[in-house]
T-cell receptor, first 114, second 114 residues
Framework: NAGVTQTPKFQVLKTGQSMTLQCAQD?????MYWYRQDPGMGLRLIYY???????DKGEVPNGYNVSRLNKREFSLRLESAAPSQTSVYFC?????????????FGNGTRLTVT | GESVGLHLPTLSVQEGDNSIINCAYS??????FIWYKQESGKGPQFIID?????DKRQGQRVTVLLNKTVKHLSLQIAATQPGDSAVYFC?????????????FGAGTRLFVKA
């Protein structure tokens, strides 16, 4: 049982380049999330999808877009990367529809923008 | 609001001692709380949770205490082991647009000395 799988594990981009971070979960969870983690800080929510077909902004959505491709997959796109987007990105899923289910995380994508 | 800082609070304990990690949460509307453990290079992993109608919950070697009056959460680890060395995050879940969202604290780094 793979849980939450993120690709790629590492990526280096030049300023202005674009890329898509992929995430898939095999737990049949309704809700999926993208967080970023910067040194010395907790995780900050970028975007989330409460259920298939819906997406909403989190705390730090600027510079990102998302697509909930189907129930399993939730991708995060950087259209024009900036050095401020250097971070570790985590995808998570849960059955949070009832508000009492923990998040299950992937192992992250480490992104450096030069 | 969120706490922001470049350096994580650190707790250093001797192997075999008990550890207590504290967390203050911010939202009175939060009704579900979780502790996560994050090891280097990995995503956060669920340890234990507690709902707002409880003030204590025990797991295997871990206990979570909730004080809603002062909005305080703590994680107690009994007989701390070297494998417990990690960063620990508390998280609160509250209703949000379209569902629920989870807000993370900044984290505490636990060092276990052999």
């Amino acid at each position: 049982n793979a849980g939450v799988t993120q690709t790629p594990k590492f990526q280096v981009l030049k300023t202005g380049q674009s890329m898509t971070l992929q995430c898939a979960q095999d737990m049949n969870h309704n809700s999926m999330y993208w967080y970023r983690q910067d040194p010395g800080m907790g995780l900050r929510l970028i975007y989330y999808s409460a259920s298939e077909g819906t997406t909403d902004k989190g705390e730090v959505p600027n510079g990102y877009n998302v697509s909930r491709l189907n129930k399993r997959e939730f991708s995060l796109r950087l259209e024009s990367a900036a050095p401020s987007q250097t971070s570790v990105y985590f995808c998570a899923s849960s059955d949070l529809a009832l508000g009492d289910s923990p998040l299950h995380f992937g192992n992250g994508t480490r992104l450096t923008v030069t | 609001g969120e706490s922001v800082g470049l350096h994580l609070p650190t707790l250093s304990v001797q192997e075999g001692d008990n550890s207590i990690i504290n967390c203050a949460y911010s939202n009175s509307a939060s009704d579900y709380f979780i502790w996560y453990k994050q090891e280097s290079g990995k995503g956060p992993q669920f340890i234990i949770d507690i709902r707002s109608n409880m003030d204590k919950r025990q797991g295997q070697r871990v206990t979570v205490l909730l004080n809603k009056t002062v909005k305080h959460l703590s994680l107690q680890i009994a007989a701390t082991q070297p494998g417990d060395s990690a960063v620990y995050f508390c998280a609160e879940t509250l209703p949000y647009t379209g569902g629920f969202k989870t807000i993370f604290g900044a984290g505490t780094r636990l060092f276990v000395k052999a």
